[in-house]
């Protein structure tokens, strides 16, 4: 009596996540690898202290992703974090020889500074500090608004003077 016993579908069945991207990947002939996967809740890993400057040949997508409240958090840890173009920079033995002085860099610990950085400095400041990285991040502000910058001497639409 085959007739009575149940027959399961495959398409009446549920597929899982890993499941379906087997499925699309057997119809589309594709592979896929994991090279890297980072998991913010390593231990330490929001302790600003759990992270040390990486070697300077590391790309940007090589490097440890820094969740926005631990740079935040270096400011209050003794580190000096600061943020160029979503890139964290560990200053901290650097503020003492920097060109411009410790004051300049003082405000910016924990914060953005990428605008302020690129009007005083270029390529070749930034290819330098390579061996201050830290790690990459994303969402920390810049607590500066960004002035306006004028073309010659007057600004623009300035004619009326």
């Known amino acids: 009596m085959g007739w009575m016993q149940p027959q399961q579908s495959t398409e009446a069945r ?7 991207l087997a499925e699309v990947l057997c ?15 390593t231990p330490g890993a929001n302790n600003p202290e759990f992270y040390r400057p990486v070697p300077a040949s590391l ?3 090589e490097l440890p992703f820094i969740t926005a409240s631990t740079v935040m958090a270096s ?3 003794g580190r000096h974090w600061i ?3 979503d890139i964290v920079y560990d200053c901290t033995n650097f503020i ?8 300049v860099l003082k405000p910016f ?32 502000k810049n607590k500066f608004k960004e002035r306006p910058r004028f073309v010659g001497l007057r600004p623009w639409g300035a004619d009326y003077l």
């Open 75 to 77: 400011a209050t840890s």
């Open 14 to 20: 549920a597929l899982n996540p890993t499941e379906k």
């Open 59 to 61: 790309s940007k997508e």
């Open 83 to 85: 943020v160029i173009d």
């Open 109 to 140: 610990q924990g914060y953005d500074c990428s605008w302020q950085f690129w009007r005083f400095h270029g390529k070749q400041e930034m290819a330098q500090a390579k061996e201050l990285r830290v790690g990459r991040t994303a969402g920390v």
């Open 27 to 41: 119809k589309t002939s594709l592979e896929v690898t994991v090279s890297h996967i980072e998991d913010a809740n």
């Open 96 to 103: 003492t020889e920097h060109p411009g002085g410790q004051e």
